[in-house]
C-alpha cells in the first residue's frame, strides 16, 4: 500500500510537469529540429572536453616524471574539470537514468529509504533537492567525491599528470 501510495505521488509530481516533457505532440520538423540542436551542443561539448584532455597530455611532457610534488595548475585543472563534469547539464548516457531516480526520491520521505537499494546515494538526492539543487546538486557532489579520489592518487604517483591523461576516458 505505502509503494502504491508513492508511486501515484510520483506520476501526480510528473503529470504536474516537474521536469518532465508531456507535450507528445511533437511534429517530425520539431523533433528533428530539436535533435538536431541536441548534437550541436554534444558537438561543442566534446570538442571542449577533447580540449581539456589535451591539458594532462602537454603536462605530461612538460614535467618530466623526476619532478617532485604537484603544481597549482594541477589543482586549478582539478577545479576546471569539476566544474566541466560537475555542472553538465543533459550530458552523458548517464543523465537520464540519474534523473529520474532522482525524482523517484524526491517524491518520497526519509523514512522510505530502506526502498532503495543505495541509501548514501538516496541521501545525497534527498539532500540536494531539500536544499533545491535539483539533479545538478547530486552531479557536482559525486564529481566532487570521484575527481578529489582520482586527483589525490595521481598526486603520489611519480607523473600525475600522465595518470590523469591515463584516467580521462575519450
Not at 520538423?29 to 597530455?57: K, S, T
Not at 539532500?127 to 557532489?141: A, L, N, R
Request: net charge negative.
Amino acid at each position: 500500500r505505502r509503494l502504491l501510495n508513492i508511486v501515484e505521488q510520483r506520476h501526480s509530481n510528473i503529470s504536474r510537469g516537474r521536469k518532465v516533457c508531456a507535450d507528445t505532440t511533437l511534429t517530425m520538423h520539431n523533433w528533428r529540429a530539436e535533435l538536431r540542436d541536441v548534437h550541436e551542443v554534444f558537438g561543442i561539448y566534446m570538442l571542449i572536453y577533447f580540449l581539456l584532455l589535451l591539458v594532462p597530455l602537454l603536462a605530461f611532457f612538460a614535467y618530466p616524471p623526476d619532478a617532485k610534488g604537484v603544481s597549482v595548475g594541477f589543482w586549478l585543472f582539478f577545479l576546471v574539470l569539476l566544474v566541466f563534469t560537475g555542472l553538465r547539464d543533459e550530458i552523458g548516457p548517464d543523465w537520464i537514468p540519474y534523473q529520474y531516480i532522482f525524482w523517484d526520491v524526491a517524491t518520497v520521505n526519509l523514512e522510505d529509504m530502506a526502498m532503495f537499494s543505495e541509501p548514501g546515494f538516496f541521501l545525497l538526492n534527498y539532500f540536494s533537492d531539500y536544499m533545491g539543487w535539483e539533479i545538478y546538486g547530486v552531479m557536482f557532489i559525486c564529481a566532487l567525491i570521484f575527481l578529489f579520489g582520482v586527483f589525490s592518487y595521481a598526486a603520489t604517483t611519480a607523473n600525475p599528470w600522465m595518470a590523469i591523461a591515463v584516467v580521462t576516458p575519450y
